[in-house]
Each structure stands twice: as structure tokens, then as C-alpha cells.
């Protein structure tokens, strides 16, 4: 398995509150991603990374920012999270953009309340 | 739009039986195609990939077919086993792109 870990693995929180959620790979990969999957609509890109401190908008990135300050690091901040955010969290590398594979981390689960 | 979608989101097979899990896709500029595997409660894991160069691949038990004049994708699972229970997406980029879409998924039940 890719040397992909996630933390923390569940999560409860309330409406408000901010949320951080750690990635963390031991591949030296160069592209990073954070996706959420809920039922019906199968992985969406939040956010993703093409570097250290490079970083740029997927499809559903509204309410949510991200960090890259070291290739291994990749973080996902809910600024303040709604029940809409309530969703399992994936994270996933790759080397190169496009025509390359990704692998992903075992997932966080979220629930707000 | 773009869109990756799948056919059916159920597929039920008994133990040794192939599978085939159909996906289609709308973007023509896609040439890179994938096959991912998810069991419950666990991440997407990779299965097979295609690019738009070919129309077939071959892995370990799986095939992957790619017509592209329908644009068309289709995951063959051979004999299929209980462990290959689990939901399929498959999904699409372009060289260079950032941007993968996954469809919804398909849920592959395998009977004993």
C-alpha cells in the first residue's frame, strides 16, 4: 500500500467550528488532492496540490481552504463547518498530473452536527 | 458537460462467473482512463488503467475495453471471486489535467 496516512480517522464536531484535517504521505509525491465522497455523487475534487505551497481550487472547494508547507503534508481546514461538510474525507497522491494514477489514503470520517 | 457515468449501480454474479461493469464517459478530450476498486469502509485502491492510444488492457483477472468512437469503458472481471465484492468507479483525465472525474460508481456483489 502507498504510504498514505490520514488523521484523524473520525471526527465529530459542531456547526461553526472550525476543522483541520491532516494528510500525510511517505512517497515523495508531488501532487496531492483532497476529494470528498457522499452517496450518489462518487468523489469530488475539493482541493489540490502541484507543490509545496502550490495549490489551486478542484469543483467543490467553496468553505474550505488548504496548506502544503512540506511535500509530505497536505491539510484541509473546514473554516466553519456545516452540516452540509458532513462527509467522508479522502486524500490522494500521485507522481505526475494527469495520466497517472492516484493513491488513496484510508479516509475521515466527518460528521457535523 | 463532462460527466463520467456508469450504467448500472448494482451488478450481482455468482462465484466463478465473469463480470462486466460498463462505464460511459461525454469528454473527448479524456485520454486516460481508470479503474478503481473500494471496499467498505476503505480508499479507492487502483485496478487497471488505459490510454486513449489503445483499446485494450490486460491484468491480472481484469480486462479493460475502450471504444472510444461510442466512448465507451468496460471493466471484465474472469471468475470472479467473493473478495472482488466491492463498488468499481471508473473514471477519466487528460494528459496534463488536474482534474480527475470519477463516476458514481457501480456495487458488485458476488454469490457464493
Known amino acids: 500500500d502507498a504510504g498514505i496516512t490520514q488523521s484523524p480517522r473520525h471526527k465529530v464536531t459542531e456547526t461553526g467550528t472550525p476543522v483541520t484535517l491532516r494528510c500525510h504521505q511517505t512517497?515523495?509525491?508531488?501532487?496531492m488532492y483532497w476529494y470528498r465522497q457522499d452517496p450518489g455523487h462518487g468523489l469530488r475534487l475539493i482541493h489540490y496540490?502541484?507543490?509545496?505551497?502550490?495549490?489551486d481550487k478542484g469543483e467543490v472547494s467553496d468553505g474550505y481552504s488548504v496548506s502544503r508547507s512540506k511535500t509530505e503534508d497536505f491539510l484541509l481546514t473546514l473554516e466553519s463547518a456545516t452540516s452540509s461538510q458532513t462527509s467522508v474525507y479522502f486524500c490522494?497522491?500521485?507522481?505526475?498530473?494527469?495520466?497517472?494514477?492516484?493513491?488513496f489514503g484510508p479516509g475521515t470520517r466527518l460528521t457535523v452536527t | 458537460g463532462e460527466s463520467v457515468g456508469l450504467h448500472l449501480p448494482t451488478l450481482s454474479v455468482q462465484e466463478g462467473d465473469n463480470s462486466i461493469i460498463n462505464c460511459a464517459y461525454s469528454?473527448?478530450?479524456?485520454?486516460?482512463f481508470i479503474w478503481y476498486k473500494q471496499e467498505s469502509g476503505k480508499g479507492p485502491q487502483f485496478i487497471i488503467d488505459?490510454?486513449?492510444?489503445?483499446d485494450k488492457r490486460q491484468g491480472q483477472r481484469v480486462t479493460v475495453l475502450l471504444n472510444k468512437t461510442v466512448k465507451h469503458l468496460s471493466l471484465q472481471i474472469a471468475a470472479t471471486q467473493p473478495g472482488d465484492s466491492a463498488v468499481y468507479f471508473c473514471?477519466?483525465?487528460?494528459?496534463?489535467?488536474?482534474?480527475?472525474?470519477f463516476g458514481a460508481g457501480t456495487r458488485l456483489f458476488v454469490k457464493a
Open positions: 473514471a477519466e483525465n487528460h494528459t496534463g489535467g488536474f482534474k480527475t472525474i
Open positions: 488505459i490510454r486513449s492510444n489503445m
Open positions: 490522494a497522491i500521485s507522481e505526475g498530473a494527469g495520466s497517472y494514477e492516484q493513491y
Open positions: 469528454n473527448s478530450a479524456s485520454d486516460y
Open positions: 512517497e515523495n509525491h508531488r501532487y
Open positions: 496540490s502541484y507543490g509545496v505551497k502550490d495549490t
